[in-house]
Each structure stands twice: as C-alpha cells, then as structure tokens.
C-alpha cells in the first residue's frame, strides 16, 4: 500500500495548472459533499432519518477508516469536515421539509456542476482526472486539498 504522502504527489502531478488547482478548491469540497448529501437523501425504510440516522453517515463513516489508515492526523480534520457536510446536508433536508427529493436535487445539482468544472480544468491541464487511473484517487482529492490546510497550519499529517 502506497503511504499518503505518495498519493498526494501522484494526484499532484496532474493538478499543476493555476486555473486547474483553483477549479479543485471549488468543486472537489462541492463533490465531497453532494455525495454525502445523494447518501443521505437515500430512502432507509422504517428508520427515521436525521443528522445521525442516514446512509450519509454511513458512508463518511467508511471514508473516515480510510482516511485513519491512511493518516491519524488527516482523519481528524476529516471528521470535521464531514461533520459540516451532515450538518449542511441536515439543513437542505429541513428546509425542503424533510423530502428525500430535495435533497437529492440539490446533491445532484451541485454534483453534475462540478463535474463539469472538473472535467474542464482538466482540459485546460491537460491531463486526464487521477481517478480514471486509480478509483482511490476520488478520496485522495479532499485529502490533497486538506494537504495544503495542514501544511499552512504547520500540522505533520
């Protein structure tokens, strides 16, 4: 298994370009989050869904082990940001009164928009998104990002 630093300085090969980076800062947050918003929107039958209660958490749950694998450090300030994207998510589900379709809209919205600016910031880049070559890739982004969090904070992760 590659170390964390190594995954960052593969993904960083193909995210050199100014406009690229800047388009990262944007939308790989936005992605991160639509996703949890697309989980969290996921009908779970009889449970009754809130902030706690979703597969959202589930599934930032399974991203956090692998983020605590990859780094204790990194892991925290993960736990963090998925905290705002459940209590963001939590927000867009109350106020589209507590519809599954709302929140699935938005996430959707905000997902395919981001995309889109990806896709385009790799074209000005030049070079193909890390994650067509390694799926891996699509958790390393966020962590590439918090990266730059942590080094401008003067934390070792």
Avoid at 32 to 39: I, Y
Wanted: with cysteine; aromatic share 16%; glycine share 10%.
């Amino acid at each position: 298994m590659r170390s964390l630093q190594q995954l960052l300085d593969t993904y960083g090969e193909s995210h050199i370009n100014k406009t690229n980076k800047a388009i990262h800062w944007v939308c790989v947050p936005a992605i991160f989050f639509s996703l949890v918003g697309l989980f969290f929107a996921i009908p779970t039958g009889g449970i009754g869904k809130t902030i706690w209660m979703n597969l959202g958490t589930i599934a930032l749950l399974l991203a956090l082990v692998y983020y605590f694998v990859l780094s204790k450090p990194m892991s925290i300030g993960f736990v963090l940001w998925g905290l705002f994207c459940l209590w963001g998510n939590n927000y867009i589900y109350q106020i589209g009164h507590g519809h599954n379709g709302h929140l699935a809209l938005v996430s959707v919205i905000i997902f395919a928009v981001a995309w889109v600016f990806q896709f385009i910031g790799h074209k000005i880049e030049g070079k193909k998104p890390s994650f067509l070559e390694d799926l891996q890739f699509l958790l390393i982004g966020p962590a590439w990002l918090m990266s730059f969090i942590y080094k401008k904070l003067g934390i070792r992760y």
